[in-house]
């Protein structure tokens, strides 16, 4: 199983929070037991991780991009990004795998494009940047039409908290034919279980900054 760790991204500096309350994050630093510092680039060289999930949150929140130092990372690192991406144009040629989320795209332009992933964004409901779902479950089955990667279940209200949502992880391994990527919430306990599921991988955060997960893990990218 793979595993990504959890980076995101706010005026050039790596940050923490929880549940997805994101006026409250703070730099990493300031909460990381593994780390010393917040600057992007300079803590993908201090820790050399093999993989990551990056989401630039000044793109998802319109207020800038940090893309430029993004990709120039993604030469070096396996990663998966969350660019709060408006077009299937503005992910094309990067050193990444873009990640269109529920949150700020409409999925459905995503016919004929195959080189990417889909984040299914929930917090405690689903956040449907197209409006056009009645449901998660009928989000689920439109996916099934799409070639991707992996789909990404994402439980934002669960971010930081080690209380993962494995009824909403449950219904998608009903549902989906795709590689599932999930995190938010989960404790060192939960790897174990979400591998015997099946799951292709998982993105860790907390657990890895606060020392409850053994950081050779993380940093191989494999349990």
Not at 78 to 96: Q, T
Not at 102 to 124: A, P, Q, Y
Request: proline share 2%.
């Amino acid at each position: 199983m793979k595993v990504y760790l959890a980076v995101d991204v706010k005026s050039g500096l790596v940050v923490w929070g929880k549940s997805g309350k994101r006026s409250e994050y703070v730099p990493i630093e300031r909460v990381s037991k593994v780390v010393r510092n917040s600057n992007l680039k300079e803590f993908f060289e201090e820790l050399k991780v093999k993989r990551a999930y990056v989401a630039d949150l000044d793109r998802i929140e319109g207020r800038g991009s940090n893309l430029e130092v993004i990709d120039e990372i993604g030469r070096k690192v396996e990663l998966i990004v969350d660019g709060g991406f408006k077009s299937v144009e503005e992910a094309l040629n990067r050193n990444f795998t873009p990640i269109f989320a529920t949150e700020t795209f409409d999925v459905r332009k995503l016919e004929g494009f195959e080189s990417c992933m889909v984040s299914v964004d929930v917090k405690e409901k689903l956040l449907d940047a197209s409006k056009s779902f009645g449901s998660l479950e009928e989000l689920l089955e439109y996916l099934n039409s799409l070639k991707l990667k992996a789909v990404i279940i994402l439980p934002i209200h669960s971010v930081g908290t080690y209380s993962f949502d494995f009824s909403l992880l449950e219904k998608a391994l009903d549902i989906l034919n795709h590689k599932i990527i999930t995190g938010g919430g989960l404790k060192p306990e939960d790897l174990d279980v979400v591998k015997e599921m099946g799951i292709y991988g998982v993105i860790v955060g907390t657990a890895f900054h606060q020392g409850k997960i053994d950081p050779e893990i993380v940093l191989r990218g494999e349990f």
